[in-house]
């Protein structure tokens, strides 16, 4: 694709609790993130990395500013639309797996395709390639309650790449693995990267995965605190 994966202007996003209390979640975002990028995403709980997360993920819209998703601006669409471009565009892993404990792996991994109404039999030779590429092959009739915790994640990875996205967005991948399982899930999310050109997008509040991408963007108190190029600096050194 031509252009940025990911544009936000001045992004804003406030809250209205209980009692009538406002909470401004994100207090003016400025960020592109261009295809083929390897970026983290970092700081505190409260900082508001999630908030801004739900808003690149098509999840949820902006309060205020501009938010472009693929050129798409996310304040024009309606639901259907926004679902539509989310399913086409955005790839999610998440700490928890969030994989449907009584279907297969190769189900589970077919799902988004359901969504996006492809056939039967292509979903399920679609679903079946993505297992390989994350070394699953021998586990695609096992039900996720049969896999460990880092084949889960390699399930979760497969279930995102198959519908060919643009952004993978990986809020804490890590966070439920052992320190081996958490290496070996890291290192398909960078090949992924380096191999495929999908822009990965890590959510994390973990410094040692941080300073794994090329970039690095601090958040807090829902502003952007620093964004650095690790490459860059690496090449100034």
Known sequence: ???????????????????????????GVSLRIDPGEYVAIIGPSGSGKSTLMH???????????????AGSDVATLDDTALAELR???????????????RITATANVAMPLVYRGTPRGERIERARTALESV?????????????????????????????????LLADEPTGNLDTKSGTDVMAI???????????VVLVTHDHELADRARRRIRIRDGLIESDDDATMQSSNR
């Not at 819209?61 to 938010?67: A, D, F, K, Q, V």
């Not at 399913?87 to 404990?101: E, R, W």
């Open 1 to 27: 694709m031509t252009g940025p994966a990911v544009e936000a202007v001045d992004v804003t996003r406030s809250y209205v609790l209980e009692g009538g209390v406002t909470v401004d979640a994100l207090r």
């Open 55 to 69: 808003l690149l993920g098509c999840l949820d819209r902006p309060t205020t500013g501009t938010l472009l998703i």
């Open 87 to 101: 399913n086409h565009t955005i790839g999610f892993v998440f700490q928890s797996f969030q994989l449907l404990p």
């Open 135 to 167: 070394g699953l092959g021998h586990r695609l009739d096992h039900r996720p309650t049969q896999l460990s915790g880092g084949e889960q994640q390699r399930v979760a990875i497969a279930r995102a790449l198959v519908s060919e996205p643009t952004v």
């Open 189 to 199: 999310l960078e090949s992924l990267n380096a191999e495929h050109g999908v822009a």
